[in-house]
């Protein structure tokens, strides 16, 4: 039997089973916040900082790249 895209589909959460969101430990300062996901790990506090803030200045980024400076 095949099965159809839908039913596949329908079996598989969009996010990791671990991806929940719960009280997670700031990796900043330790502090406790609530998070969306696994993926946010420093909270609203520590993202307030102008450390943080001046870390990576918006529009820097060229995105990923090769070594060499090549492109294909």
Not at 32 to 40: D, H, I, M
């Amino acid at each position: 039997m095949q099965a159809k895209a839908d039913d596949i589909l329908m079996d598989h959460p969009s996010r990791a089973l671990g991806d929940v969101p719960k009280l997670r430990f700031c990796l900043g300062c330790k502090a406790s916040f609530w998070s969306e996901g696994f993926g946010q790990r420093i909270c609203a506090r520590c993202k307030g900082t102008t450390a943080w803030r001046a870390a990576v200045p918006e529009g820097v980024s060229k995105g990923r790249s090769r070594s060499g400076g090549r492109s294909t």
